[in-house]
Nanobody
Framework: QVQLIESGGGLVQAGGSLRLSCAPS????????FGWFRQAPGKEREFVAA????????YYADSVKGRFTISRDNARNTVYLQMNSLKSEDTAVYYC?????????????????WGQGTQVTVSS
């Protein structure tokens, strides 16, 4: 069983920045893809960004491209989501997820493990 511990959410003004962290428990995850998803009230959960642990390649939703950066730190065994130039429409619960996949996937059904979620609120 993989546990994903998220942190870093909070309240920020529009234009500000936040960094989310996701720490998978225990083992190494060289064959995994890690993704961030978000869910706003009354909306479906949507893909935000993903990174392949082994190669470090990334993929972003168009809505966050150029503003958000996903990365992984091998030494700290942690995945980050740096969010800059935040907008009110970025307000949502953000979830870290892990997929046992060889390639990046944006389909939430392909992710095997999920964190508990962290609230991000952007005030305008």
């Amino acid at each position: 069983q993989v546990q994903l511990i998220e942190s870093g959410g909070g309240l920020v003004q529009a234009g500000g920045s936040l960094r989310l962290s996701c720490a998978p428990s225990g083992r190494t995850y060289t064959t995994y893809v890690f993704g961030w998803f978000r869910q706003a009230p009354g909306k479906e959960r949507e893909f935000v960004a993903a990174v392949r642990w082994s190669a470090g390649n990334t993929y972003y939703a168009d809505s966050v491209k150029g503003r958000f950066t996903i990365s992984r730190d091998n030494a700290r065994n942690t995945v980050y989501l740096q969010m800059n130039s935040l907008k009110s429409e970025d307000t949502a619960v953000y979830y870290c997820a892990a997929a046992r996949a060889a390639y990046i996937t944006t389909n939430l059904l392909n992710y095997d493990y999920w964190g508990q979620g962290t609230q991000v609120t952007v005030s305008s």
